[in-house]
């Protein structure tokens, strides 16, 4: 029995052998492993990046070659079981995208591929704006501060401070969006400069905000309302006064005046009598009309009153009154 299991076990090392063979007796190549070794997947340009291939187990010689989206972008021939370095110099936009590698015998059909390392470029990020909604505050109110970079890759982190103390936790955006915090105006204190700064993967590339400075906002009367509320009130007043005065007083004014000249209508006047070598002459004015504008009068001469006549030797008919 224990000669039966040594022959079996001796069986399966043999077919495992057997099946990692090719056909020309060389071990089956395994999936190569795709590795970063020098720079980052973050890049910027003109930077350099350096990733390894290697396939093991494997039988030498192995040829390695290297894909952007299914695009050749160089071949190695290793005659041992070190990988092979490809060594890219990221000049362009181009030069960004998914990579690959291939391992396979020369002169064979097939061959593996290895897992895919993504080469994204980063950009610098832009001097933020640090800004609010208001400038002028209040003690007691509450207020907020907005960070935004509007160029940059992203994820972008900013930092809120006061002076030079940190007021805030950092936060980091993984979108394109302003980051806020809030703030309580408690004292004269908090009344000062703020500032923001902002950073992303790109190396050495902190940038500073502008200052922000609140305002004390002034405390209102609580009389002003009520002053300027008489005060429109006294401007509607006078402008009703002024338009009234065409319409209705210098109408009336004129309307009272007639009505006072109303008595001495109609009688016979001495006063503004002309007096020739012959005569006296008298006026004698008719009633006016209401609804009309002229009078009627007529002159009588001293004689003729004397003779007891009363007949108007000269009529002049409606002349037009005007004050």
Same mark, same amino acid.
């Given at each position: ?44 340009? *003109?930077? $350099?990046?350096?990733? &390894?291939? !290697? ?5 030498? +010689?192995?040829?390695? %070659? /290297?894909? *952007?989206? $299914?695009?050749?972008? &160089?071949? !190695? ?5 070190? +990988?092979?370095?490809? %060594? /890219? ?235």
């Amino acid at each position: 029995m224990l000669f039966l299991a040594i022959l079996l076990f001796s069986y399966c090392q043999m077919s495992q052998h057997i099946q990692k063979t090719t056909a020309n007796g060389k071990e089956m190549l395994s999936n190569p492993k795709l590795v970063l070794v020098q720079g980052t997947l973050n890049v910027v340009m *003109k930077q $350099n990046v350096t990733l &390894s291939c !290697l396939s093991e187990p494997g039988s030498p +010689p192995v040829r390695y %070659t /290297l894909f *952007k989206h $299914n695009q050749q972008v &160089s071949a !190695l021939n290793r005659s041992d079981l070190t +990988p092979a370095l490809f %060594t /890219l110099t990221i000049s362009s936009a181009s030069d960004m995208g998914e990579y690959k590698c291939k391992a396979e015998y020369n002169n064979s059909s097939g061959g593996k591929y290895s897992n895919s390392l993504n080469i994204t470029l980063i950009e610098p990020i832009s001097k933020p704006v640090l800004s609010s909604p208001t400038s002028q505050a209040k003690k007691g109110q509450n207020v907020t501060l907005s960070c935004f970079s509007e160029n940059g890759s992203l994820p972008i982190t900013y930092l809120f401070f006061k002076g030079t103390q940190n007021i805030s936790p950092q936060k980091t955006m993984q979108k394109r969006e302003a980051a806020v915090i809030f703030l309580f105006i408690d004292s004269l204190s908090d009344f000062g400069t703020y500032k923001c700064k902002a950073n992303n993967s790109f190396p050495n590339n902190t940038k500073y905000s502008n200052a922000f400075n609140f305002t004390l906002a002034e405390e209102r009367s609580h009389s002003q309302p009520l002053i300027i509320s008489l005060g429109l009130i006294l401007l509607l007043l006078i402008i009703g006064f002024a338009l009234a005065i065409p319409f209705f007083i210098i109408p009336l004014y004129k309307a009272k005046k007639f009505k006072s000249t109303r008595p001495s209508i109609g009688l016979t006047s001495t006063v503004n009598a002309e007096e020739s070598e012959n005569e006296v002459i008298y006026s004698e004015i008719e009633p006016v009309k209401p609804e009309e504008e002229y009078i009627n009068f007529c002159v009588i001469r001293r004689e003729e009153e004397k003779a007891g006549k009363r007949a108007c030797s000269t009529v002049y008919s409606k002349v037009l009154i005007r004050d």
